[in-house]
Each structure stands twice: as C-alpha cells, then as structure tokens.
C-alpha cells in the first residue's frame, strides 16, 4: 500500500519518526528535499523533510515535532499500518554536496533530522565533517548516534547543560570558524538560531547554507504562500529552495511570515483538543 | 415570431448569494430549454460551429433539445466535447460560438451555452451511458498533468483502445477546474462527476506525482510508455514586482484560490487549512482570475472589494457574464489604475499606493497601451491585496525533459498536432499557448490524442 506507515517510533516528548511506505520518492531522494503530506481529505498539505530513505525497501523517514493541529494530529492518530492520504515529492533542490575540504554541520532541535543526510551524503563524498547539534535539553535530542556515525566529529550543546555543553550552538560554531579553515557551514534548525550562524559565518567569510521553513501551501512552485528574501529577491522556497546562502537571506521577513496565521492556527488548535476531550469523554 | 431575447436563466439573488459559495446561475428546466431551443434558426451555414474550438454540431444538438431528446442531444455534444458540464459553465460563448450565432444580428445570440450546461445536466441527472473502449491495442500512454487538457487526451485515447495513466501533481484531478474556478461558478460535484466518468472508462490515475520531481518524462518512457502527453498547463504566478510584496496580506490569485477551492478554506476549521481575508480587499488585474477572486473575497466575508485594473471596461479578458456578475454582487471597479507600491506596519499590509493611468498607442497584442499620468499618485487602505495579473508556464517538466524544445515565453514549443521537438512526446492546453481557455486547451488535445494515437500504432 502507498502511504502506508511502516513504523513509529517516538524521539522524544513532542517528536516522533515515521516510516512511510513511498517507492517514488523512496526511488529519487537526495538530502535537502521535503516531502508534503496530507493526513486526510479534510487535512492541510505540510511540507516535511526526508531525514531518511531506503530505495530498496521503497520507504521513506519523516521527523515530526509537535508544534500545531496537524503535527499533533499526526503524532496522536498516525499509527504503524494506518495510511496517509498524500505524500508527494521528492520536492525542493537537493544539497549541493561538497567533495573536499571540512565542513560544518549545525542541528538545532527538531533540524537534526535534515542535518543527518546531508551529513552523511557530505561525509562518503569525502569532506571532513564536523556536527554540532544543540537543543533546549537533553530530552529534545535523538539520533546522536546517527549523527555520530555521519560525522568525523559531533559536538553536543544544551541550554541548560543537562547534555553536553552548556551553551548555544554558535558559540561552538564560532570557536571552530576561528579555529581552523572551513569550506562551507550548512545550519538547519529555527530561524533565529540560523540567523545567528548566518551572522557569525558573515564575520568569519564562511559561506553557509541555510534551510528555510516558510509556510507552504503546494510545495511545487505554483502559489508563491513560501515567498522569501535572499539577496534582496523574491524566491519560492519550494521550488528554488529550501536550501539558500543564509548571509543573503531576510530573516526579519521570514519570521514574521511563519506567524501570519497565529490566530487561525491557535482556532484549529483549540477545536482539535476540544474534538479530542469530547471523544474521550 | 422569435424572442429577441434568451430565455432567462433563474438566478441565485445578489444579496444573499454573496454569503455562499452555491453555484449563481441555477440552470433551465425543460420547458426553458426547449423554449430557446425553437429561438436557434437551424442555420445550414451554421457560423456557431466554426466559431467553437471543438465544432460541437450546435444545431444537430438544439434541434434535438426542440424535440425533447435530450439523451440524444446529449451524444451529439459529446462526440466532440467531452466536458459539456465543464464548457458550458466556462466557456467565453460571447467571443466564440454566440458571438457569430447568426441571430445575433438582430437579436440576442441564442444561448448555446445555457444549453450545454442543459443537456450535460440532465444526462448527469439521468445516468449517462458508459461507452465500453475498444479492444485493447496494447499501447500505453502516460498524460502528464489531470487539467481540461490532460483529461481530454486521456478520454480519447481510451476509446480508441489504449492504455492510459494520468499522472498529476496535485492531490485531485481537475487542475484550474479543482484548485482555480471557484465553487459558485463550477461545483466540484461537476468535475468530479466527469473525472469519474474517465475512470468508468478504465483510465488510471495516479495523484501526487510531480513530472519532473518524482520522475522523468524520459523515464516514463523507459517504463514501457509509448508516448507522453504534457498537459501541465501554466501554473506559475506572476506577481507585480513592485516593493512590498512580501508583506503579509498579499496573496497570489492562485494561492488565495487554491486555499478556497483546493483545500476547501472557506469551511476552515472543518478544513484544516485557513485563508485570511480582511475588510478592505483589493484585487490587481481584469481577467477570470481576478473576478473569481474578487466574488470569493467577498463570499468569504470583506466589506468592500475593490477590482484594480490598468486598462478600460472594453479591455477587460474577463468573460462578460463573470464582470457583470461581479458588479451586481457590489464588487468596485476601478479602470485606469496601476499599483506601484504596497506599504505596511510590522509586516503586514496596508495600502495600496496607485497611479492613474490612460491609454496610449496600441501595443503589440493590439490593445492600447495603458501610460501613467503623472502626479497621479493615490493610496487606498487595504488589509489583502490579491495580484491576479497572469500565470505563466512552469519550468519543470521541459527543464527536466532532455531535448524538449521551449519557446522564449517558457512554453512548450508544439505545433497544432501537438508534436514537439521530441517525436514521442505531445503537448497542448496552456503549458503550449500560456494561460487560454479550458476550450482550447480541450481542442487541442484532442488534436494530439489523434496525433499520438497515429504515432503510437506505428511503433
Ligand atoms: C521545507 C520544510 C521542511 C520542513 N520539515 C520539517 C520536518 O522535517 N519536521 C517538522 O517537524 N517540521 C518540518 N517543517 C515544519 C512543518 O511543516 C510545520 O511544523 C507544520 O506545517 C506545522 O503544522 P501544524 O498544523 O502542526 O502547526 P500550525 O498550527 O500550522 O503552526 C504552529 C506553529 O508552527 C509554525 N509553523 C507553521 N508552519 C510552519 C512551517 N512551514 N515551518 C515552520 N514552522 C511553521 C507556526 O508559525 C506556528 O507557530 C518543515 C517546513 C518546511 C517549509
Ligand atoms: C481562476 C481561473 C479562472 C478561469 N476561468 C476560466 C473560464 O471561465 N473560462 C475558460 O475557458 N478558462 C478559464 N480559465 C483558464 C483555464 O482554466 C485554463 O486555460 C485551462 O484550465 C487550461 O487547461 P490545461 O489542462 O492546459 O491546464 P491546467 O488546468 O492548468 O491543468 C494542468 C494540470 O497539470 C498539473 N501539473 C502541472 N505540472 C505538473 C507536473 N510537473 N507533473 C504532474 N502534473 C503537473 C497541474 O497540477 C494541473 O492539474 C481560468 C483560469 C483560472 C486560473
Ligand atoms: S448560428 Fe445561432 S441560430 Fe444559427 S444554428 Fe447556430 S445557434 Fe442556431
Ligand atoms: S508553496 Fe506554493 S509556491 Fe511554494
């Protein structure tokens, strides 16, 4: 069965895994793309990363952190041999994935997950990697080992020093920007945590990638809702994304963007709990 | 004596039906289809067949309706038009077959279009008849894209006995029908009901493939299709590249029409997805996509909407019935104006700054070039601006196609046969003409499904 989950397994207390049985985009993955996903006919299309892919086995893994209606729903009722109602792509540009030099690899949160391919992609294409991922604490990291194995080196922060170092991603990204020559920094995680990578690699000369998460509606190019800055033009993320120069980028744009539907989405949010009190009851 | 005019059409009252999304025109009984029906003259010259894109044999099928066969008249349509339902809702009559209808002279044109919508009506009422394809010629085709286009190659190739799957991007079939034309001028009940029909026939479908993205058209082909047929339309919004666009507030017409129609927001919460729309609305442009925004803003809820347009009421693309609907449901519009920049506070739209404008010499489409007056200047508050100033062809499937050969207007280059600088690929409907009409995309690819059924039985 197409759509069909394969397994769940949860990462943390918000986050959890999905595999998906999808053969096409399973087929043609590489790290960078998304896939968007529809839970049902009444469901919203949301853009989800591909943290993971078996051609072979024709599935696909998706992270999902619990922030809305849909993510909540999903991580609630999208059990192992239920079916999603869409899933499309592979869509969005790949990484453009380095062969030399030392690269690195920032993860903030829930970003570990489209970190760890282009990672390990960077890594049998032959550059040297160095990770860091960070989170809030040690409960919001996973796949620490994975990482581990998709870099040469893997540096832990939180913010509350329950794991690792106690600190912000960037200062970590800022010692090794002064420490040593760095091809390229790629950074995946919320948009200020990029915007302050973006700013440190500014000062060092460092290029760096970033991914942005702007709300979308199709994800192939055809309604511009993902419209961003870079470089003082407008940009589709879907299309001539996700992956973009994060020193070009208008962050300021983007973050007010992501809240323009606040009230709608606290609405749908506050319906859905209701819904579910009600069926419990 | 003949009626100088068409038989009314019963419509859905301005004021109330601002507040639903229930299709406007309510369509003839049979006594009013066959009472306009007697008004059509039978010509033997019969202009309205060559003024429409498909040649539907008008009088054969009137006459019929005179008679009250409707099933018959119902076959006759479709042995060129295989979306009556659809073209009869949508079509520009007034430009194509009503606009060279013989009465017109004299009178008002007979209401051929009315009459389709009739007919396809009745039969959807009644039980179409399914039509078994031929014995199966082994030949697999892959039709890219479930628009007008995509749906009409698919119909005819089946019945002419090949293998057909659609694939399509989208999570629905339709394409502008589904995500574009809103609901209160063509249910999706309608679409879907022809759409079934397909699948009656025995064509697949296959959603949520993007050509290009998921495969290739040239892998298709190494998969054992005979032939691709792109029908992929012309989907890319073209937005006004004035300061100001980013703001929040500003949609494209597609975006704000695929959240409504597409994703059903107008039921949000029930539909997951949500759609913003303020008091004050502003839509740029004077086509179908600007009326279709303009009357879904206000069914959704804004006081005022405003029509911005650069030109005059004459040069308007809009079809007629689509402005003049628009103006009785209270829409404003405004001829003359170009936006030149939009402003806002914290991200987030409010106003609009124009310019007055007024025409100039003709340009090269031979329309009169709208020039901008000086110190003109005017600013209007806004809380959404729709842009509905166009929609070109997406890049994707010829960027992805080895050797597919596109026009510097990005459309797939494709003569009236619709053969393409590859011989095993076809193409027609919007991706080759830019954005047209659901007609002509249908005329020519059906055009193609001959050219691709002749190409495919040679191989
Ligand atoms: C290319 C791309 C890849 C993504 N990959 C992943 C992924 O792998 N895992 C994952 O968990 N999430 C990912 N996201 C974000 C994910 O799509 C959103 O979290 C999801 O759409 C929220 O839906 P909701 O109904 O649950 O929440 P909503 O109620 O819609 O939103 C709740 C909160 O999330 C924010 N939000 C809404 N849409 C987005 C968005 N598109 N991006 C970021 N924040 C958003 C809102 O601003 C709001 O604060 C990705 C987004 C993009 C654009
Ligand atoms: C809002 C609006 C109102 C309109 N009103 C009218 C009207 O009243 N009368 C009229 O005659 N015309 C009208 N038109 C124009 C008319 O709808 C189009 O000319 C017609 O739909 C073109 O048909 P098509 O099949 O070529 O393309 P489309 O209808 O655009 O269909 C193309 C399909 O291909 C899919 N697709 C695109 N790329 C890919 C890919 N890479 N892989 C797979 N699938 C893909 C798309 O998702 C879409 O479903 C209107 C258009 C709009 C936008
Ligand atoms: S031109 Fe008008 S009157 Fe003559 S056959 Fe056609 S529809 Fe009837
Ligand atoms: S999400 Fe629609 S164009 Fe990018």
């Known amino acids: ?241 996700p992956e973009f120069a994060g020193d070009q980028v208008n962050w300021d744009l983007l973050i007010a963007r992501l809240a323009a539907y606040r009230e709608e989405e606290r609405c749908a949010l506050e319906r859905y709990r209701r819904m579910v009190r009600e069926a419990a009851a | 004596m003949i009626r100088p005019e068409q038989v009314p059409m019963r419509e859905q009252d301005p004021r109330s039906r601002v507040h639903n999304f229930d299709e406007v025109p309510l369509g003839y009984s049979e006594m009013e289809a066959r009472e306009e029906a007697a008004r059509c003259l039978k010509c033997k010259t019969a202009p309205c067949v060559a003024g429409c894109p498909v040649q539907v044999d008008i009088p054969g099928f009137i006459s019929q309706v005179e008679q009250g066969d409707f099933r018959a008249a119902a076959a006759t349509i479709k042995r060129t038009n295989n979306l009556p339902a659809v073209c009869g809702r949508v079509c520009p009559q007034e430009t ?51 628009g007008p286009a995509g749906l009409t190659c698919a119909a005819d190739l089946r019945m002419l006995g090949h293998e057909v799957t659609v694939l399509e991007a989208l999570h629905e079939p339709g394409g502008v029908l589904m995500y574009g034309i809103p609901e209160f001028r063509l249910p999706k009940e309608v679409v879907n009901h022809e759409v079934e029909g397909l699948r009656r026939m025995g064509v697949a479908f296959e959603m949520n493939v993007v050509v290009g993205k998921s495969i290739t058209v040239d892998e298709l082909l190494s998969e054992g299709y005979g032939a691709v047929f792109v029908g992929s339309g012309a989907g890319l919004p073209r937005f006004l590249g004035i300061p100001g666009e980013t703001l929040i507030g500003v949609y494209s017409a597609n975006e704000f029409l695929t959240r409504v129609n597409l994703m059903r927001a107008w039921r949000f919460p029930e539909y997951d997805t949500p ?101 003109s200047e005017f600013s209007l508050a806004v809380d959404t601006l729709i842009v509905a100033v166009g929609n070109q062809p997406h890049p994707l499937v010829p960027r992805t196609t080895r050797g597919l050969e596109v026009t510097k207007w990005g459309t797939v280059q494709a003569d009236e046969q619709g053969a393409t600088s590859r011989p095993e690929i076809f193409a027609a409907g919007d991706i080759v003409t830019g954005a047209a009409t659901v007609i002509s995309a249908m005329g020519a690819a059906k055009q193609a499904a001959v050219a691709i059924d002749a190409y495919v039985g040679k191989q």
């Open chain 1, 1 to 241: 069965m197409p759509n069909e989950i394969v397994s769940v397994e949860p990462l943390g207390p918000q986050t959890k895994s999905f595999v998906v049985r999808a053969p096409r985009v399973a087929a043609r993955a590489q790290p960078g793309q998304f896939v968007v996903v529809r839970l049902h006919a009444r469901g919203e299309r949301i853009p989800l990363t591909l943290a993971d892919w078996s051609a072979e086995d024709g599935t696909i893994t998706l992270v999902v952190q619990e922030v809305g209606k849909t993510t909540l729903e999903m991580g609630a009722s999208v059990d192992e041999g239920s079916e999603l109602a869409d899933v499309v792509g592979p869509l969005g540009e790949p990484s453009e994935i380095l062969s030399e030099g030392t690269v690195v690899c920032v993860a903030g949160g829930v970003g570990i997950a489209p970190v760890y391919p282009i990672a390990r992609a960077l890594k049998e294409a032959g550059t040297h990697v160095i990770g860091i991922a960070g989170a809030r604490s040690e409960d919001l990291l996973f796949w620490v080992d994975r990482l581990e194995e998709a870099c040469h080196s893997l540096v832990i922060t939180t913010d509350d020093g329950s794991a690792g170092r106690k600190a912000l991603v960037t200062e970590p990204l800022a010692e090794i920007l002064a420490a040593r020559k760095i091809a390229r920094v790629w950074a995946i995680g919320p948009a200020v945590m990029m915007k302050f990578c973006a700013q440190a690699c500014a000062k060092a000369g460092v290029p760096i990638t970033v991914s942005l998460n702007p709300i979308m509606v199709d994800g192939t190019g055809m309604c511009g809702a993902c419209r961003a800055e870079v470089g003082g033009r407008v940009r589709f993320a879907c299309v001539d994304g």
């Open chain 2, 96 to 146: 194509q077959c009503q606009g060279v209808c013989t009465l017109g002279r004299k009178f008002e044109p007979c209401g051929i279009g009315r009459l389709e919508r009739f007919v396809a009506d009745w039969e959807m009422e009644h039980g179409a008849r399914t039509h078994e394809p031929p014995p199966a010629t082994g030949s697999r085709v892959a039709v890219v894209g479930a």
């Open chain 2, 275 to 375: 759609v913003k729309v303020g008091r004050q609305v502003a839509v740029v442009g004077g086509g179908n996509v600007a009326m279709d925004a303009a009357r879904t803003a206000l069914r959704l809820g804004a006081e005022k909407v405003t029509v911005l347009y650069r030109r005059t009421r004459q040069e308007m693309p809009a079809r007629v019935e689509e402005t003049h609907h628009a103006e009785e449901e209270g829409v404003d519009m405004q001829y003359l104006v170009n936006p030149v920049r939009l402003e806002g506070r914290d991200g987030i739209l409010s106003d609009v700054v124009c310019l007055r404008m007024e025409l100039g010499p003709p340009d090269d489409s031979g329309r009169r070039r709208p020039v901008p007056i000086e110190d």
